[in-house]
């Protein structure tokens, strides 16, 4: 394997670029990124008084076989000494809350929070356990994650706890999302273990094996619940692109825009403002959308699969208050934007800004004006899974290996959004096109 063009910039591209670089067969990398900078998502507004922001993901979990894989990486780029922990004990973690008709209610924690009706639910959470063990198993090969959760655990939590977690996940609905591709684990435990709750007991069916690293096992002894870095999660696409950048053998180009990928004897001509760029194999960490506008025509199967995974908007609202106020970031929008806010190109940063701090005063009782705000909207951030999306995928990648196309799928249009999700496929696509050893 001579050379290998990476569509994107964001965490998956500059992932499998990682990867890449780091394997005797691959000769050359060239990193091809649309916009002025690599991060994507990823994005951290740093201040001068040494306050930061995060305007995509707040924090990162350390949890599964995914989760390990990505410290493994934080400790092979010296990031170790910029790790900010959050433990499962912690008040951050354990200290939840829903907003349920005009009030805020703190969630159960622990095993005590099990036992105890607490509103908004009408019974103790651990009578759904026990009784979702009776529960026949499905016999769809998809369901959406409302369906799904309301068969096996009740309506109540469906409506009311399964709702909110996609919305914070997903900024989805969770009547339109698919339970199989968003929560895979859910959806093997009742397969594999015909219930949920023996499916968390037991394990349901095997994992990637990631031997853990220092940082890995430190996470694991400490029961951490998330982590983030001192300067921002923008520090971890920041430290692969230096890292990157002392590679003899990666090329990183930023305002690069890939017009068009033509199929050639040897793989693909790459077509960019400034030229053609030959390539043995693209790995496209391009949204859906974008890899679709530039397949060739041949590939008309491919394009209008990609194009039929629809993405949503998110604004991302950050706010600070003079005195004990603490800063405040709210999410809003998602697959709600177009009803609440119009279209997208048409709102405004005063709107936004407006509907944010009403929602702060509303739900925090907050009624002072904010003394430093930001607000930054997210156009198509989030792809959202909709039912049959594992079909779609699946589709997608045996039309590719059909038509002998030298070409991988990753990002968050396929195999799960969360930036763990997002680096492993980049690591997963790196150990099939060059048979393991990543």
């Not at 105890?116 to 009578?127: G, I, M």
């Not at 997903?170 to 499916?199: H, I, M, N, W």
């Amino acid at each position: 394997m001579k050379t290998v063009a990476v569509l994107g910039g964001g965490i998956g591209g500059l992932a499998a670029s990682f990867y890449l670089s780091k394997h005797p067969q691959v000769t050359k990398v060239v990193v091809l990124e649309s916009s002025s900078r690599f991060g994507g998502w990823l994005w951290s507004l740093r201040r001068s008084d040494g306050a930061v922001f995060e305007l995509g993901p707040r924090g990162i979990r350390p949890a599964g076989e995914v989760g390990r894989n990505t410290l493994n990486m934080v400790e092979d780029l010296g990031l170790e000494g910029d790790i900010l922990p959050v433990s499962s004990s912690h008040v951050a973690s354990k200290d939840r809350y829903l907003y349920v008709n005009g009030q805020l209610h703190k969630l159960p924690s622990g095993i005590r929070g099990m036992f105890q009706t607490v509103p908004p639910f009408s019974r103790p959470l651990l009578f759904s356990l026990i009784t979702e063990i009776l529960v026949k198993k499905g016999r769809e090969e998809d369901e959406s994650i409302h369906s799904f959760v309301s068969r096996r655990l009740g309506k109540e939590l469906a409506d009311i706890a399964i709702d909110g977690v996609c919305r914070g996940v997903f900024a989805g609905d969770c009547k339109k999302l698919s339970v199989r591709s968003c929560f895979p684990l859910l959806y093997k435990a009742e397969q594999q273990r015909g219930s949920l709750t023996l499916g968390f007991l037991v394990g349901s069916g095997s994992a990637p094996v990631i031997p853990p690293g220092r940082l890995a096992q430190r996470a694991q002894r400490e029961t951490w619940a998330q982590w983030s870095l001192r300067r921002g999660v923008e520090t971890l696409p920041e430290s692969i692109t230096e890292y990157l950048l002392q590679s003899d053998k990666v090329e990183l180009h930023k305002d690069a825009a890939v017009q068009q990928i033509i199929p050639s004897t040897s793989g693909w001509k790459v077509r960019v403002e400034d030229g053609v760029i030959s390539a043995d194999h693209i790995i496209s960490a391009l949204p859906a959308k974008a890899l679709s506008c530039i397949l060739p025509s041949s590939c008309q199967s491919l394009i209008q699969q990609l194009e039929d995974i629809s993405a949503v908007t998110v604004a991302v609202v950050s706010l600070e208050y003079e005195g004990s106020i603490l800063p405040v970031t709210v999410m809003m929008g998602g697959a709600w934007f177009q009803n609440v806010f119009g279209a997208p190109k048409a709102a405004t940063t005063e709107g936004l800004l407006a509907r944010a701090t009403e929602a702060v005063r509303c739900h925090l009782g907050v009624s002072v004006a904010p003394s430093w705000s930001n607000v930054a909207l997210h156009r198509e951030c989030i792809p959202q899974y909709y039912l049959g999306h594992f079909q779609r995928v699946d589709s997608m990648r045996t039309f590719i290996k059909n038509n002998n196309l030298s070409l991988s799928l990753i990002g968050s249009a396929y195999d799960g959004v969360s930036v763990n999700d997002v680096i492993f496929s980049g690591r997963a696509a790196v150990a099939e096109l060059l048979g393991g050893g990543v």
